[in-house]
């Protein structure tokens, strides 16, 4: 069993991440959200795709996998339904998470598979050095939009309420106290756990980033009502301040119940052996 | 007498075609025979027209026969779209339905093969009893049955046990169908004695198809998980999983699409299970950044690819071997993987098994390189023996290597103990990027040269221990034919009939495609002057392989053409007589 320490969980591996980033902050939160769960170290995965947030693997004493670009989620999904009492994590940035692997997170959310995501949204293609991503705000200049960006940035929040994502939640680096807390929460809960996370990177952003924090943000307070998805949704629209918490969070089956539950009744007509398998092709 | 009789069958949509056929299969097989049934149609949803080609024999079925013994048609027009792939042999028996318009003289029958042309009021028969059109196909079996002499209680016991589900009523009807047919030929046909079949009877055989195979081979083997996306030809494994995975505790997912299939399978297969994953060629080139990642990260997992006519949608209803370059080259870098290729149905099944045993073993990506032709026959073969199946364990880290745990120890094998989630002192972290003993990434041009070697000296641990290839004919001979996958069984029934006429030659055919079988194949060139290779693909996928693999004959003959009919028998027979005989080179 896990002695509690946070300790544990740290490698020897030094982190490639530029000083000040924002993912300093969401390792240091993984790190305390381990510390806090009652699970052995073994028994817990942290799946990412690639990109800088993607590394985070590599840092923590825990079973692994550091795939490739966007794909974190059906890999986390395997890991899960292969050994259902593992703890899985899988992490990534925007880009990763909303761009090349956007497609698959209507489909882990209505499986409603029981894994956490934590979406470290930088709004940059850092690793690659500094172009836009599906969440660079519009109008902003990257190396790839010299002129400013005509596409439109993509939030996180809304597309997970919109894809029945059964708990979605923000936070960011700065505030690791929090994230841990929303983090172990995510965990704990029963089903797909959406956690989006500013993290900023300030190597291409400067204080872009830690200014919206300062400036845009606000935490719900118990007026919010995360099983109102109404209310969610409602929230989830404001542009001018965006809300940090608990946003939505539903119970109902998670993937590996309803496979349960099919197996089950499966099994119930009888299992055939390998014999009359054979025979049922013989006339 | 006939011992051996192909029989073709092409009508439209609703005539009930493949239903007949899949009777007379079924019949066959319950009275020990062999059989081998091919089907052919567009790739419409519904209505349409469809064929199908049947042999029947006492002795072991290797390929699908050449021209037809007998015909039937239950229209001209619809016979007139697959007339390529169903000819007529000299002297062919003929039935079509006496209801079809087309005059004599328009017969899409070529007159030099002397046709006898039977018409029978199939679809007057039917009405009569039926009220409506339905149910020509089991006058036809009534009809077939008497003028051939099939034992009729086979295929009734076909009908009973199909039907049985639907009630009496339904059983009746059709029984009464099948009867009036045969009934129609005792009172109007004059039945000779030539066109009769006769056989033993035998221990009853097992009807299946390749995909169906396969996927008994994947639940024998113990695959534990299985994600797929639909595509035809693969479909039916897909399905087959679907039913039988949930009985044996296993996990089936559909996924979202090709890519998140193998990724599920990776995650799976990283957690500890057998994991499989099944496509057709367009799936597979989504797949390839997944491959080249379980070749790196040296995760097990089994990708089977029944292959189809490409590029791009190409003829998903027809067979090809043009994806042979994409399973032996896919992805970027160098990625080591195994390409199996069953060569029958029978194949199927064991390959399966053999596939899941060297991906556990040796941690990396197999390809099973199946094909329309075998995944979607159906063929009536002696029962898979339960005895031979195989369970492979992959290699865990004992106690003693997890104090210091490496799980990618450099070592002479190039096969290192995997550990997985649950295993205290095992965690590590499986990557995509380049990294070293321990997991852990690296950008060291030295390291990446060691990983290199280690991986691809697991291949080489692997050919050493499985030499997996198929010898036919005489030791002797100066010309040698190589074919792979399903041209096995027209390369060699042509091979035997070349003997039968005096001609010495040899056929090898690999299964283990790559890696490359040195000592087997060096074995098989060395006494060779010439050799043939069959292929079905265009740009002469497996020639440009072997040449790159081994020291062949200066003398190299190819036998190639584009997907969407077999091979024939007589196709290879002839190139074979022409290249030993010393005939006009085409």
Redesign the interface.
Known sequence: MSDGSVKQFKKE?KPVWCPGCGNYGVLSAVFQAFGRLDV??????L?SG?GCSS?L??YV????????HG?S???????????P??TVVAVGGDGDALSIGG??I??IARRNVDITFLIMDNSIYALTKGQASPTTPFDDITTTSTYGTIDEPLDAVSLALAYGVSFVARGHSADVKHLASLIVEGIHHPGFALIHIISPCITWRGMKGYDEIKERTYYLDERHDPADKAQAVAVSLEKERLPLGIIYRERRPTYWER?LG??ED??SRG??S??T???Q??? | MRTDLTLGIAGSGGDGVIVAGDFLV??A??EGLYSFMLKSFGSQIRGGESSCKIRVGEDPILSQGDKLDVLVAFNWKDYAKFRSELEIKEGAVVLCDSADPTPDEDIPLPRSAHPVLYKIPLQQIAASRTGRGPGKNMVMLGVLSEMFGFHADAIQ??LR?RFQKKGDAVVDLNLGLFEAGAAYVREHVQRRDQLIFSYRRAE?????SGN?ALA?GA??AGV??F?GYPITPASEIIEYLAR?M????G?W?Q???E???L???????????R?MTATSGPGLSLMN??I??ASL?EIPVVIVDVQRVGPSTGMPTKSEQSDLQQALYGTHGDAPRVVLAPADVEDCFTVAMDAVCIAEEYQLPVIILSDQFIGQRKESVP??D?NR?KVCERPVPGPGELSNFKRYLLNESGISPMS??????????????EHDEY???TSSPQMHEQMNAKRFRKLETLRRRWPYVRRYGSSGAEVGVIGWGSSKGAIKEAILRAEEHGIKVAGLVPQLIYPPAYEDFEAFLKPLKKVIVVEMSYSAQFLKYLKSSYRLPDDVVLLKRSGGIPFTVEEIYRKIEQEVTGGVRV
Not at chain 1, 61 to 68: D, T
Not at chain 2, 246 to 249: I, K, N, R, S, T
Not at chain 2, 420 to 433: L, N, S, V, W
Request: aromatic share 8%; net charge positive.
């Open positions: 591996v052995p170290r073994e028994d817990i995965v799946v690639i590394r693997p590599g004493n825990v079973y692994g996998f550091n795939s490739v794909r989620l059906p890999i986390a999904t395997g890991v899960k339904l292969a050994k009492e593992l497609g698959h209507p489909h496979i099919q197996r499966a099994k299992v055939p390998i014999e398998l054979l025979n092709f013989v006339p | 079924w019949a097989a319950s016991a076909a046990k009853p055989k097992m009807v299946i169906e008994l639940i024998a534990g998980f994600a039988l949930p009985l044996y505790d996990v997912v996924a979202e699409d890519i998140a299939a990724g599920m399978a990776l995650g799976a297969s990283y957690s500890g299970k994991a950044e997944m080249g990642l990260a029962k898979f339960a199946i997985f989630p649950g295993i205290k002192h095992g965690e590590y972290t499986a990557a995509g990027i997991g852990n990434p």
